[in-house]
T-cell receptor
Framework: EPEVTQTPSHQVTQMGQEVILRCVPISNHLYFYWYRQILGQKVEFLVSFYNNEISEKSEIFDDQFSVERPDGSNFTLKIRSTKLEDSAMYFC????????????FGPGTRLLVL | DAKTTQPTSMDCAEGRAANLPCNHSTISGNEYVYWYRQIHSQGPQYIIHGLKNNETNEMASLIITEDRKSSTLILPHATLRDTAVYYCIVRPAANFGNEKLTFGTGTRLTIIP
């Protein structure tokens, strides 16, 4: 059964450093998403991406964040200058589109900013 | 998106049916009811979704009341691996710009051996 995969599973970085989180969505899916979950808190929507552009973003997704689909398979989330409060689990999701648009999530990347 | 209300926690004996309720009294006609679960800090796992009719798949059944103001997720024979946080989410049908899922705090289901 096709799955969303994410790399790395864990990332430790210093405050102010740039990080890139990578995702490989399910191959025939057209819509891509990033969510995050700070420890002990709710899963929060960050951004959705379709047809090579952002279709919706939350207030969390400020100028420090960017997304890209650099080739036909990868979908990346870049944090330009990490802050302590960026420490969280980051989940990628993808969906096929059409009625319902069920989103399937990856296993997540645990980001720790020191 | 319509707001949902779920109990904070529930216990269920292993082998029994687990019935998880969700209230979504402000749901509108074009909104689906989705259920996901999250085991520890893993990625949310899709379980099932429905619009009006009851639905069943290999994981669970979804019972939606006739007025659509509430629903129940049924895990027919709960196992220890079903211990997780279960999220009931209401979202619009396929409209550009409304694709996001809004997660609440969910129901923490504990399966008791």
């Amino acid at each position: 059964e096709p799955e969303v995969t994410q790399t790395p599973s864990h990332q430790v970085t210093q405050m102010g450093q740039e990080v890139i989180l990578r995702c490989v969505p399910i191959s025939n899916h057209l819509y891509f998403y990033w969510y995050r979950q700070i420890l002990g808190q709710k899963v929060e929507f960050l951004v959705s991406f379709y047809n090579n552009e952002i279709s919706e973003k939350s207030e969390i997704f400020d100028d420090q964040f960017s997304v890209e689909r650099p080739d036909g398979s990868n979908f990346t989330l870049k944090i330009r200058s990490t802050k302590l409060e960026d420490s969280a689990m980051y989940f990628c999701a993808s969906s096929r589109g059409g009625a319902g648009k069920t989103q399937y999530f990856g296993p997540g990347t645990r980001l720790l900013v020191l | 998106d319509a707001k949902t209300t779920q109990p904070t926690s529930m216990d269920c004996a292993e082998g029994r049916a687990a019935n998880l309720p969700c209230n979504h009294s402000t749901i509108s006609g074009n909104e689906y009811v989705y259920w996901y679960r999250q085991i520890h800090s893993q990625g949310p796992q899709y379980i099932i979704h429905g619009l009006k009719n009851n639905e069943t798949n290999e994981m669970a059944s979804l019972i939606i009341t006739e007025d659509r103001k509430s629903s129940t997720l049924i895990l027919p024979h709960a196992t220890l691996r079903d211990t997780a946080v279960y999220y009931c989410i209401v979202r619009p049908a396929a409209n550009f710009g409304n694709e996001k899922l809004t997660f609440g705090t969910g129901t923490r289901l504990t399966i008791i051996p």
